[in-house]
């Protein structure tokens, strides 16, 4: 039991969201303290023990660890004075975006200022022409959609949560319609960065928001996915899309998981151009059901979405029912009308809080691998077993369309030998997945949990690289320590 304990200990986990080991790294001297205030105002920077315990976790089950000080800057000069602050006195500084992260990204592991920027929630720029929009850091995917509403354009990259678009550029987020529509690394053209000592880098460039471009490294790039590690992200250029003229939404269940996996295969290969087709398991459908009152079949279940002309709706609709069918799919139903789509979506993204309902007082962990999309029926066939030999509750979900599926996995924060057979069961998925050629995470990131699969992955060469990056841009390795490396 002690060993178990302390095993739980070292990944972190103890205790749970919402309440605090209280303890903090490092105290930050009333001097400093006072400077913070002197850059963004007193009534901008908390010390309060509630407001630090509620910056040191995210939705993960990662342990919350507090920053020392919590700031809201409210424009990217302070954010460029907060930095240079920081750095200059040696103090750790956490970007802090909606804190729905998966990963512990926000953890305050050495203590540090965490620098929320929710403040900072102005769409600066749209235009409508070159299908580009420059947002603030703070504005969240659904505020620039309803901005977006009556423009004939949206932004579809969809992770369920209501996150920052900038935290989603940091994590490489991504979610329901990237099968279509790809995910943040396809659409960000820009980003506004401040590097860690307060300087100001703009990625492609002052002001530019082309398409394409072979000019240079691939700065953009570089900080999509880089988890607060490299710098502070003031403003993202993001790529807009037509909406679409009509949608339709489809389900299909069927016999066997492979049948289900076998269908998204055949219907990409047939170059069905399917905006979202998502996979839930039996238990998923299962909890689905009685959370969000569906009534669908108990069974491994496909949702699909298409994007187009009534016309074209029609063609695909068949073409993915003719698919499905020879798969031995049964009951593929479809919706047209605004309200049951909305339902059913609105379903799949509880599917969280409703698997979590299944066991009542515990607590969720979401894993994160992608594979090969050939690979994806062997693997998922071997993480129902491994959930069976483990003794596990989980439920099985995912963008399959893209080879990215999760694991919902349920433990009892009271059982420290339930809390190491997940956190076995989570590695082994991770390993499963790079076996398969595959991804230790698709879009959550690696955050505090993943760096060691994260060395296994890309291997000695790979690491060294990002390190060298990390101490070019970060010699003092100050910018969301204990994270990604
Ligand atoms: C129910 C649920 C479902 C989810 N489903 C998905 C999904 O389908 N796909 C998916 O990709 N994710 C999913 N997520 C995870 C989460 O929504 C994403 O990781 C999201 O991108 C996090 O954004 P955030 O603003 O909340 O970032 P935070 O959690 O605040 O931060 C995440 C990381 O980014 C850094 N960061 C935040 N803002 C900035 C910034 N401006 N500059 C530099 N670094 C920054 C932080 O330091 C941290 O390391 C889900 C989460 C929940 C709770």
Same mark, same amino acid.
């Given at each position: ?8 200990a070292?990944?972190?986990l103890?205790p749970?969201?919402?309440?605090c ?12 303290v006072e ?39 409210q ?13 200059s ?6 970007p ?17 200022v965490?620098i ?13 022409e ?5 947002v ?7 505020a620039?959609n309803?901005?977006?509403r ?5 932004f ?21 319609n990237?099968?279509r529509?790809?995910?943040m690394r396809? @659409?960000?053209?820009? *980003?506004? #960065?401040v590097?860690? +000592?307060?300087?100001? /880098?703009? %990625?492609a460039?002052?002001? &530019? ?8 490294? @691939?700065?953009?790039? *570089?900080? #999509?996915?880089?988890? +607060?590690?490299?710098? /502070?992200? %003031?403003?993202?250029t993001? &790529?807009l899309?037509?909406a679409?003229?009509a ?25 069905v ?8 398991d ?21 949702f ?16 993915a029912k ?23 979506w ?5 599917a969280?809080y ?19 999309i ?5 693997i ?17 979900l ?32 991770g ?14 990131g690696?955050?505090l ?34 994270k990604v490396?």
């Amino acid at each position: 039991m002690a060993n178990l304990l302390r095993a739980a200990a070292t990944w972190g986990l103890f205790p749970w969201r919402g309440y605090c080991s209280g303890g903090t790294q490092g105290e930050l001297s009333k001097g400093f303290v006072e400077a913070l205030k002197a850059v963004v105002g007193s009534s901008h920077v908390s010390t309060a023990v509630a407001v630090r315990e509620q910056h040191g976790h995210d939705e993960s089950m990662h342990r919350c660890q507090p920053p020392d000080a919590v700031v809201w800057p409210q424009n990217v000069e302070q954010v460029s004075q907060l930095a240079a602050l920081c750095y200059s006195q040696g103090v750790p500084i956490i970007p802090f975006g909606t804190g729905t992260g998966l990963e512990g990204g926000v953890c305050a592991v050495q203590g540090g200022v965490c620098i929320n920027l929710t403040h900072m929630d102005k769409i600066l720029e749209l235009n409508l022409e070159d299908f580009s929009v420059v947002v603030e850091p703070g504005v969240t995917r659904k505020a620039l959609n309803t901005r977006l509403r009556d423009s004939g354009l949206w932004f579809p990259v969809d992770p369920g949560a209501d996150a920052s678009l900038c935290g989603m550029v940091a994590t490489g987020a991504s979610g329901t319609n990237a099968v279509r529509y790809g995910t943040m690394r396809e @659409n960000v053209l820009n *980003l506004e #960065v401040v590097l860690p +000592g307060g300087e100001l /880098l703009h %990625t492609a460039g002052l002001g &530019r928001h082309f398409r394409k471009s072979a000019a240079g490294y @691939n700065l953009t790039g *570089l900080f #999509v996915g880089s988890e +607060g590690t490299l710098g /502070l992200i %003031t403003a993202a250029t993001l &790529r807009l899309h037509p909406a679409p003229e009509a949608t339709v939404v489809a389900t299909c269940a069927f016999p066997s998981v492979r049948a289900a996996v076998d269908s998204t295969v055949h219907i990409l290969q047939a170059a069905v151009p399917v905006a979202r087709i998502e996979f839930l398991d039996d238990v998923t459908m299962d909890a689905c059901n009685k959370h969000s009152q569906l009534n669908c079949s108990v069974a491994p279940t496909l949702f699909l979405e298409f994007h187009g002309s009534e016309q074209v709706l029609a063609e695909q609709l068949q073409r993915a029912k003719e698919i499905t069918q020879d798969n031995g799919a049964f009951h593929f139903s479809s919706a047209k009308e605004a309200e049951e789509r909305g339902r059913l979506w609105a379903a799949r993204h509880s599917a969280w809080y409703a698997v979590l309902a299944l066991r009542p007082g515990c607590k969720g962990y979401s894993t994160d691998v992608c594979v090969p999309i050939s690979r994806l029926p062997e693997i998922l066939v071997q993480t129902k077993e491994d959930l069976k030999a483990q003794g596990l509750t989980g439920a099985i979900l995912g963008h399959v369309g893209d080879g990215n599926f999760h694991c919902l996995l349920l433990v009892d924060p009271e059982d420290p030998e339930e809390l190491h057979r997940v956190k076995a069961f989570s590695e082994l998925l991770g390993r499963r997945a790079l076996a398969l050629h595959g991804t230790c995470t698709g879009e959550h990131g690696i955050g505090l949990g993943k760096r060691q699969l994260l060395q296994e992955e890309v291997g000695a060469v790979g690491m060294e690289t990002m390190r060298r990056l990390k101490a070019m841009l970060d010699p003092r390795g100050l910018m969301n320590p204990g994270k990604v490396l």
